[in-house]
């Protein structure tokens, strides 16, 4: 894991963010944890959950998608399907000139009848 993405990671269980697995940002203390460590992992007093990593209290409505988190895995998905796309466009290219020298091989350039 690279230390600059290390935001794009579950403080409790260092799992990946995805869109199944939503980030959410305890206010009043900022630290980040998905949706299932919050709801099932970090404890409840008093109608707030406390943070397992600095123990501040954040009334449970105070608890926020991480917007931040979140764009960047939409864009980091968006960059993937479209490298995904200009790999495959250059793969056509690739095998449509390599159909394209093989004809000129078999039956002379593109200018001669055959």
Known sequence: MEPSLNFTFC???????TAQ???LT???CGH???KACINQNIETVHSSKVCPECNEATPLDQI????KVLKYLQTREVNKTL?????LLDQSCRTTKEQTLTSEMLFGS???KQ
Not at 64 to 67: I, T
Not at 83 to 87: F, K, N, R, V
């Open 26 to 28: 305890l206010v009043n």
């Open 21 to 23: 697995k939503i980030p």
């Open 83 to 87: 490298a995904d796309q200009q790999t």
């Open 110 to 112: 593109l200018g001669m």
């Open 64 to 67: 926020r998608p991480n917007k």
């Open 11 to 17: 403080d409790a269980c260092h799992e990946q963010f």
């Open 32 to 34: 980040t944890f998905c």
